[in-house]
């Protein structure tokens, strides 16, 4: 049974940075994909950053590159997201997902899902 954890939420402030944590089991494809997306109030859940699990391949969306890394430990099983100089807009929450399709953008198209990890601004 496939099942995500995301961890590593929390508060931030402005310019800061954090690292999300979305620990897999039950995923033993030779190639499939993680995403991190993020959702606000009021808002669909939008795509972030993707990266294929065996060929080590990323792709991000633009208002994020540059700024967040997305990586992985194959031997932990674990994918990352690293977010620096977070820009002081409404704080989101974060969700890893997985597919097995060739690294879709749509949230529609990931089949499994975390629980969500929300990332709060701090003053």
């Known amino acids: 049974q496939v099942h995500l954890v995301e961890s590593g939420g929390g508060l931030v402030q402005p310019g800061g940075s954090l690292r999300l944590s979305c620990t897999t089991s039950?995923?033993?494809?030779?190639?499939?994909?993680m995403g991190w997306f993020r959702q606000s109030p009021g808002k669909e859940r939008e795509f972030v950053a993707i990266?294929?699990?065996?060929?080590?391949?990323?792709y991000y969306a633009d208002s994020v590159k540059g700024r967040f890394t997305i990586s992985r430990d194959n031997a932990k099983n674990t994918v990352y997201l690293q977010m620096n100089s977070r820009k002081p807009d409404v704080t989101p929450v974060h969700y890893c997902?997985?597919?097995?399709?060739?690294?879709?953008?749509?949230?529609?198209?990931?089949?499994?899902w975390g629980q969500g990890t929300p990332v709060t601004a701090s003053s």
């Open positions: 997902a997985e597919t097995t399709g060739w690294a879709p953008r749509l949230a529609q198209d990931y089949g499994y």
């Open positions: 990266i294929n699990w065996s060929e080590n391949l990323t």
């Open positions: 039950g995923l033993t494809f030779g190639s499939y994909t």
